[in-house]
């Protein structure tokens, strides 16, 4: 469902279903809820601009300062409901990237296990497996709804000379869409820079394939607090050069250098702090219908016990997970975290 606003959604004979989720999810106190249930042009216009998020202008801004503290808290409250409403309509997203692991046989059998799995109608699965196996792995995951297998990689140039590489249309020929680029480790390892990155991205969407674009800083960038402007950067580098039709079908996962395979992961309020930051980066750019909607997945030693926690935060849309999902359990429990 296209949901622009929780009171809108209200209104609308399918108000159920939005009415379900407020109570649900954040109201069950009968008077707090119901307060929210009514016509947005009943409200103040300096409440129907909140909820609209019109609240670059500075004259808005000037309105808000001047109302009093219960109608400031009031304004506070619609936007957080607001937040999580239009996450709680919007599609999930949990990807695994299993790596250079895994033989053809154990390959295989996780993927059938998946495959066996009920998985929830509003999270995307995705099995970035070994490119070897894309193909037999693709047959094992048939038709089912809301489980795809990705690549983890592809090369930055469309074909030719290039021993050992396997190019977009390779992969798009084993009918697959999706393909991670831009990880740390492929950064790191075989020297992929944010140019290299951005080709990758357009051979992809000249496919109509699905890049999951990887950003992340390493510790010592962190540590000297200058994480948000070196992984805008990544973003601004990698992804700035495409229109406004192009860059919603991106999704961004955010993996911290220092959180990946070490356990160390990062606290919900860092892996938020950082997804709200790009959000703003990207809103600057695209505005904010884009800003809103495009999927921000966090990685990093995200695993079945923290999942909860972090896939809470309102600007997380979901997880790229590594180690934790090598095992359907374990895959699955952070599947069902939101
Ligand atoms: P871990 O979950 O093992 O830390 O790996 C994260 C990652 O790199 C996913 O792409």
Excluded at 197 to 216: N, Q, S, W, Y
Excluded at 233 to 247: P, S, T, Y
Aim: hydrophobic fraction near 40%.
């Amino acid at each position: 469902m296209n949901c622009e606003t929780m009171l809108e959604i209200s209104r609308r004979p399918s108000g159920v279903e939005g009415a379900k989720i407020l109570k649900n999810d954040f109201f069950c106190k009968k008077n707090h809820f119901s307060k929210f249930l009514r016509p947005l042009e009943d409200f103040p216009y300096f409440i129907q601009a909140l909820w609209r998020k019109d609240i670059s202008k500075p004259s808005f801004k000037r309105t808000f300062k001047k109302k009093s503290a219960k109608s400031r808290n009031f304004a506070r409250q619609m936007l957080i409901i607001k937040t999580k409403c239009l996450k709680n309509m919007s599609q999930k997203i949990v990807a695994g990237n299993w790596k250079m692991n895994k033989t053809a046989p154990e390959a295989l059998l996780l993927a059938k296990e998946m495959a066996q799995q009920t998985l929830p109608s509003d999270v995307t699965v995705i099995l970035a497996t070994p490119a070897l196996y894309l193909q037999n792995i693709r047959q094992v995951l048939g038709d089912k709804k809301g489980l795809y297998a990705a690549a983890q990689n592809c090369h930055h140039e469309s074909r030719g000379a290039f021993t050992g590489e396997i190019s977009a249309e390779m992969i798009q020929s084993v009918d697959v869409q999706y393909v991670i680029i831009g990880h740390s480790e492929r950064r790191e390892y075989f020297k992929e820079n944010n140019a290299m990155i951005a080709k990758k991205v357009d051979l992809l969407l000249a496919k109509e394939m699905k890049p999951i674009f990887c950003c992340g800083e390493a510790l010592p960038i962190r540590e000297k607090g200058k994480h948000v402007k070196y992984v805008s950067n990544q973003i601004k580098e990698g992804l700035f050069h495409l229109g406004h039709a192009d860059i919603k079908k991106v999704i961004i996962a955010y993996e911290p250098i220092w959180a990946i395979g070490t356990g160390l992961t990062a606290t919900p309020e860092q892996a938020q702090d950082m997804h709200l930051e790009l959000r703003k980066v990207i809103r600057k750019k695209y505005g904010n219908e884009i800003a809103d909607n495009i999927r921000i997945l966090y990685g990093g030693s995200c695993n079945a016990s923290n999942a909860k926690t972090l896939f809470a935060q309102p600007d997380i849309d979901g997880g790229l997970i590594g180690g934790a999902s090598l095992k359907a359990a374990d895959f699955c429990t952070i599947i069902n975290s939101f």
